[in-house]
């Protein structure tokens, strides 16, 4: 709903535009910022709304009397003209990790909102399919696709909605019936869970171009690196988003990412790989009938075998003397047994509280996996950026899957039949537009994606990612993960606190 001219008054000291889908937060306490992003996972609003609405009831402590940015004019002069110096002419660029940008990004695609969110540096909160119901008509267009084709993609994400719609409705009224409240939670919280519960079951058929809201935080050097890939994206929205985000960021700082532009570098790189990659590699046509499409959801590519010796080193010479050496350590190693290093490893975590992360010698080790998950897990393993992530362009080609909880509950054809006509639909695109054909791709078909990352991260992982209040999809990735590991390095079984438990969603 619009805001009232009052409204707009009372946020428009605090945001960089009160009409752009792209626009920065400033003069907000740092709290209240957090508050306001967090809004997004659950609210249905966008950001201008709920800062509104929370201005008005009198929840948020901003100063009392404000009406107009405060001017700091000399001051923002001379910081130009040092950051011209020393950041841009001299290259001192850590300087700008100083300034802090909190953007706003409303109204984009869960594509888009990927390629902004694989910024490692960066803080990110995004509208939840869990907790949030979508409304019909909840994509993005595509004014690329003209003629026929633009209307295949309208006609199938409508589709989509119109199935996902009609099918909430039904399922948490099933859902009623069969899931009891327990005792003692109030009717609120038992309609929420059912609300949850359904979200869940039904995510998958919100196609890749379905509107997001997400928040961004994140300092200028990180900022102006992302500013620069998304505008050598093949994809043109990601572009225009950028240039969006380039310019509410420039309302903050304007002369640390001024200078934010295209990179041929990475423009050319994919074709460039992929080229010589032809050369020694050669997989042949896409042939469904021949290949093992399903698979195996987590697939061992390569691992150290000398982890457990990698790790006790790290952790050794950290908690020793300066008169011992890593040779030392090296060779003492050599004459060690297997049960004297892993006592070693389970010292440093025998006294671990409950929010503990593992000490940081696990880093010294790797593992890589190949995952195949749906895009709608991936889309939130995706957060775990302290990783290594290589992802392949999602399609149709790796298949779906129906919610077992569905087909008990007598309503998994209408979704089975709209998840196959959207295979149909991305079809007729994937031929002369691969990359615009994502937007079409249902967030239930598969999609790989090549993980490396280290033993620390590991145990990040697959402890939140397996607890039992998670989504079946990535609980079975993060269980997978698991399996694998311990089968070449058993001693981490009883170190890595995994939930193994099968849960219905119902139950979760």
Known sequence: MPLDEAARGRIAPYVSSLSDDVFALSGLPE???AVLFAYYSRSRDDLRTNLARLLTDQELDVGEGVTTRPSFGLATEKARAFHEKWVVGYGHASVAEHAVVHLAIENVSIVASKVIEDLRLGSYTEKSTRYVVFDRNSFVDLPELEGPLGQTYRASA??????????????????????????????AAHAAAIRAHACDLLRGLLPAGTRTNLGL????????????????HPLAEVRNVATSMHAAARTVTPTLVKYAGRSEHRSAQRSDVGD????????????????????????????????????????AYESSEPNVHARGLTEAMRHSTSRELEDVVRASVARRGAHDPVPRGFEATTMTFELMLDYGAYR?????????????????????????????LELDRAYTDAMVAACDAWEALESKHPQEAQYAVPLGF??????????????????????RQGHASYRRIAQGLFRTAIAVHPWLEGLVRVDLGDYSLSRA
């Open 31 to 33: 709290e209240v910022i």
């Open 158 to 187: 409508e589709r989509l909605f119109t199935t996902y719609v009609d099918l909430m409705a039904r399922v948490m009224d099933a859902l009623r019936v069969r899931v009891l409240r327990p005792p003692g939670a109030s009717e």
């Open 217 to 232: 935080t994140a300092n200028a050097r990180a900022l102006e690196a992302l500013l620069t890939k998304m505008l050598s």
């Open 276 to 315: 010589k990659l032809r050369s020694i590699y050669d997989p042949g046509p896409w042939d469904a009938s021949a290949t093992n499409v399903v698979g195996q959801p987590v697939r061992l590519v390569r691992h150290d075998k000398d982890a457990l010796e990698r790790i006790v080193l790290a952790l």
């Open 380 to 408: 939130d393993l995706q957060r775990h950026r302290m990783l290594l992530p290589a992802t392949q362009r999602l399609t149709c080609r790796l298949g779906f899957e129906t919610p077992a909880e569905l087909a008990e």
């Open 446 to 467: 598969r999609i790989r994606t090549l993980w490396t990352l280290n033993l620390r991260e590991l145990f990040h992982v697959v402890e939140l990612r397996s607890a």
